[in-house]
């Protein structure tokens, strides 16, 4: 499943005050666990725990989902993420909104061991490299707050082959996915995503796991906001 974002009217909207912005990612959290997480399950069984994932811009939507819900969904695979949307924002205004959508500010803090023991039990996988436009600071940063809290993760750097495109490194996997054995016809689901995914771009995000929801970088999104499935579970 693969859904647009609300980035072009939120964090990447200079004209927008910053109380509106974190209000549409308030307003995208519960279109998601309000609309996609119930439509999700109703075609792949009430109990479905999707994997977030996403690249860029789309890598905070997908972790940021995760880690507020990581009692619906079983972990994510950020890409080439920023996680403090402070830097979006206009420096001085700070609420709740802020801190609740703002990872490194409230996993920094957590404590509770009723959220923590739902992320000891998923897969985590942050990724980044240093390839063009790539800056793996703000993916680090997560990674040392999650070692922090004992959050147990995988901190892949794909170094020369990966960066803000993930296209090229995909295909490196899949021939990896080859090699040990993947039934060529995931091979093939993969394949034909990455087709469609088209020329190179950072607001993109990838389907690898069904089933899985895909958040999009910087994709305007469709007046109703639907939820595309792109490849039959």
């Not at 023991?117 to 942050?126: A, E, F, K, N, T």
């Not at 170094?159 to 899949?174: E, F, L, N, V």
Request: charged share 20%.
């Amino acid at each position: 499943y693969s859904i647009n974002s609300v980035n072009k009217y939120s964090l990447l909207n200079r004209e927008s005050h910053p109380a509106w912005k974190v209000e549409m990612l308030q307003r995208y959290d519960r279109y998601i666990m309000e609309e996609v997480l119930p439509l999700i399950r109703n075609e792949c069984g009430q109990d479905a725990k999707p994997l977030t994932t996403g690249a860029s811009l789309g890598a905070f939507l997908a972790a940021n989902t995760y880690f507020k819900h990581s009692d619906n969904f079983r972990g994510t695979i950020a890409m080439s993420g920023s996680y403090d949307i402070y830097n979006y924002l206009d420096k001085g205004y700070y609420d709740d909104n802020v801190y609740f959508n703002n990872p490194v500010d409230y996993l920094a803090n957590l404590t509770d061991w009723n959220i923590l023991q739902h992320l000891h039990q998923c897969d985590i996988r942050l990724a980044t490299g240093n390839g063009p436009y790539e800056d793996s600071g703000p993916t680090r940063r997560l990674a040392a707050i999650l070692t922090s809290r004992g959050i147990p993760h995988h901190l892949d750097d794909w170094r020369d082959q990966g960066g803000h495109d993930w296209r090229p490194s995909m295909y490196t996997a899949i021939g990896r996915a080859v090699e040990s054995g993947m039934p060529a016809e995931e091979v093939e689901a993969i394949e034909r995503i990455l087709r469609w995914w088209g020329p190179p771009c950072d607001a993109s995000s990838l389907l690898l796991v069904e089933p899985c929801l895909t958040m999009g970088a910087e994709a305007e999104p469709s007046t109703e906001w639907q939820p595309v499935r792109l490849v039959d579970g």
